[in-house]
């Protein structure tokens, strides 16, 4: 079953092997984990609905604790304390477009506020109910998780909106099809979900961004329904699907998902290079995108990630014997790994997995062939199970995720880690700290910092010790040329960041597009928005 | 000189061949020109100025006149006739931003209406004056027309709004760069009104339509400066690039544009197919762009086109070998021709060439070579000047253009055409019309049909002749399944069958939009939204 409080499916854990323990322990000290509330308890504290009754809503405690919170490290804190602070006065689990538009009228006829809910999978409070004088109903999608049609001469599949990627991709597999994408949140998250939130993939590299994939579909919205019709490309003005897309739930509720999909690929496979220093990775991996070469993914590990990786890879043995052979190609202390994948016809991928060894010798990359890339592929969604091991152990682990041109690129990368590095300094705590490179375009590319530290003796400076980092960190993000999310959305987590970005120009055409499908901020109130009175 | 009354420079002007001249004549019937009206006696028709005097305006009658209308048909009559009906009150030539922000600050204070000009190429519509009791002002960005920045390692580069094509080009290959944006209008429209219009490349396939290319810049609005900052991709909200694209002059006047480049390719050539049918010819380019080959460009004719493009090439008798060729490998009366590119390092090329090669021929396409690719090139931003060719034999010639999804790509196509050959029956007159698809995506295609027809014995029957054929076809286009424009835009001559395409709440999204930079309708009033009171 679904974790209440935490990542995934209960019967799946990650183990940590020790001497990735060890090597936590070398870095920040050893730690000794904080206690977790039960699930009991905090259903006891569920308040009495506000809601008034109706047959699509259900307020019982249990199902409003499964749906007040996400998975940012402010929401696991939340979770394994207990303290929620406010929970959602009712979930709704619609199972048509109908069931949706009948719950609209109901939120407007009874002054209620509405969430709509995908896979729950947040990092940045998209779906965290806020204290408000009106109640809050949280409408989850989970019902319509199916495939309604798919039109193979123009390659277009019809969703359910709250399909989750495994679900997705078995369905379409059926058919002989995939839709290629693949975020770290895939197992739960949903294709609703991926819209609303301006998503990306793994693969973004062949299959695009989900604004590349969605074609339209249709939007619930307080002024009644949007549907937009699939067209290939159009010059007929602004596009409205670029106004659903990122839209957080404030012009509506997407309930169903057109989406652009691709033949499932005769080949594909992943492969490992390793580069002697971080200069040498990353103008290999620039100059890889900025030719064009066709891969369908590609990544690349600072220094101190890739050693992370091999440390927490377990198999201590064969990963001496692979760093020595490195050591003697010249990729030693310094060296950095890059994972990239070929994806395609049998020749395409042959084309490309020969260009791409060529281009990454000229930088002295060391290529290593499938196994190690086999290995990111088997554990491509497992990474946010790690989280709960690591809890365990008494650390807390988040990420931080940006996008930036290419000639900012290592100053932006530098001053994200060296903030966090030294966010706890007052404390007389360490944290851990590195960075891949994803996402890549001629441009630039988008930099992901995953950072880990010791909780404190109690939740309430632990959260603290959390908000100080997330806090300093998005500014200096938003104001050295970074995006305040590339891949994870606004929600209420980065909305005070977002105006540094957009301008005040561009947040008044942002909140007055909202305002147009709900004059009275009755959508996912607080989030992509900063309430005015904050 | 540029041409006041028609397209292009006036030093260059192309020859229809004999051979073409008794094609169509064998087709709709020999013509008369109609007779062109003097700038003497256009000029002598411009009414005084309402604006008040400005050091940054010349309220001369030959720039009004020469910046009252496009490129449209309807536009062309009007220039021929010297029948405006209306002209600008004023042109305005800023050179900086700040001049800009002048402007718009003497429109608003003097309630002026606004239309910003680019290279006067629109073919909807977009800058022509509506009667209107306030002045009108026209605000050419044409000074602006230099490189102002390149950032070679973000490959970003910024222009002034007003540059056009060869200029965008030339300057960028001066670094050792090219945009790679190629519309027909490519040697007068501007960068800034590609933005405005969303406009679309013959070579889309490799650099991506101006969305994709577009990475942000400057707009000077009524409400102030929008400065966009370049990301290379953020899930931070709706995309404000994406309102300012295909906006059209409504939320404000783009001053600079920062794009996406692309080194010089190594090589580049086209090549030259013909298959015996249309459906071989179609699902041979489908299957091409859903098996993600690696081109540059691709373009198939229709085998009305096939024949039209042969019989107008001149060179009777290597034709005629060429077509004896054909025949003998099976591409007989109904052959269609397709022109495809490729582009990019050497090695890409040859892999992409190969593979294109031995695609084609599963689908028995005869290939040619690069010669006939070789002249589609040279004259590939030629066929504008071929309505003056003609135009002086007494035939008008128009173009309408739609995407649509591939399951809806030859019934669409076949209405289209049916109803413009059918369109003058009433008249006893025929069309010639012919049809190509380009612009190919995996979900499906532009659709680009031109038709040929006689002037009528006077310029009031020509125009109803030709909007008798725009009307009926633009509402068949846009009830079947296809966007009012791939790449023309909206401008008036679209407007009022936006809302088909777009539904009320899509409409009432946009105008919104609109309305939040300017409440008053102030910037180009009738463009993209039709007037209320119309």
């Known amino acids: 079953m679904r974790r209440w409080n935490g990542w995934g499916d209960d019967q799946f854990a990650l183990e940590l092997p020790a001497e990735g323990q060890q090597f936590l322990a070398d870095r920040i000290g050893e730690a000794t984990p904080l206690a977790d509330a039960t699930l009991e308890s905090v259903c006891a504290q569920v308040p009495d609905s506000r809601l008034a009754p109706h047959p699509l809503i259900d307020t019982g405690a249990e199902i409003r604790v499964r749906h007040a919170r996400g998975q940012s490290l402010c929401d696991w804190l939340a979770m394994r304390s207990g303290h929620f602070g406010v929970f959602p006065d009712g979930v709704a689990l619609p199972e048509t477009s109908e069931d949706v538009r009948t719950l609209l009228a ?66 379409l597999r059926a058919e002989g099809y995939t839709l290629g994408h693949f975020p770290q949140s895939f197992e739960l998250s949903t294709i609703g979900g991926w819209v609303a939130s301006r998503s990306s993939g793994q693969q973004s590299l062949r299959y695009g961004r989900i604004e590349q994939l969605y074609a339209g579909g249709r939007i619930e919205t307080l002024r009644g329904s949007l549907d937009i019709p699939t067209i290939p490309a159009s010059s007929a003005g602004p596009d409205v699907r670029e106004m659903v897309l990122g839209s957080e739930g404030r012009i509506g509720i997407i309930t169903e998902v057109k989406v652009r999909v691709t033949r499932l690929p005769e080949q594909e496979s992943f492969h490992v290079v390793f580069f002697p220093t971080w200069a040498q990775a990353r103008d290999a991996a620039r100059e890889l995108v900025q030719n064009r070469l066709q891969l369908s993914m590609l990544r690349l590990s600072n220094a101190v990630e890739t050693e992370t990786q091999l440390a927490l890879a377990g198999h201590p043995g064969q990963i001496r014997l692979l760093e020595k052979f490195l050591a003697f190609r010249g990729a030693g202390d310094k060296k950095c790994m890059m994972t990239f994948g070929v994806t395609g016809t049998r020749h395409q991928c042959r084309h490309a997995l020969s260009e791409a060894r060529k281009h990454c010798s000229a930088y002295d990359g060391v290529y290593t062939g499938k196994y190690l890339g086999a290995k990111w592929a088997e554990k491509r969604f497992t990474m946010p199970y790690l989280r709960e091991a690591l809890w365990q152990m008494g650390y807390a682990v988040d990420t931080l995720e940006t996008a930036t041109d290419w000639d900012n690129v290592d100053a932006l ?32 590319c988008s930099i992901y910092t995953s950072y880990v530290f010791r909780t404190a003796d109690n939740y309430e400076d632990t959260l603290a010790r959390w908000q100080r980092l997330k806090q300093s960190t998005s500014r200096i993000i938003v104001e050295n040329g970074g995006t305040i999310s590339h891949q994870h959305g606004v929600g209420k987590d980065h909305a005070p960041f977002l105006e540094v970005e957009k301008g005040e120009l561009g947040m008044a055409a942002i909140s007055g597009l909202c305002q147009i499908f709900d004059p009275e901020g009755r959508l996912n109130p607080g989030t992509l928005i900063q309430p005015i009175n904050k």
Chains 1, 2 share one sequence.
């Open 106 to 171: 109901y939120a407007q006829a009874n002054d209620v506020k509405v969430i709509p809910y995908g896979g729950g999978t947040s990092v940045a409070g998209h779906i965290t109910p806020l204290a408000d004088a009106r109640p809050v109903l949280t409408v989850s999608l989970a019902a319509m998780n199916r495939l309604i049609d798919i039109d193979t001469d123009s390659q277009i599949a019809t969703f359910g909106a709250g399909t989750p990627g495994p679900l997705v991709e078995s369905q």
């Open 413 to 444: 990368l530098g001053k994200i880690e060296d903030n966090l590095r030294q966010g706890l300094t007052d404390d007389g705590e360490r944290l851990h700290v590195f960075t891949h490179l994803s996402h890549f375009y001629g441009q630039g």
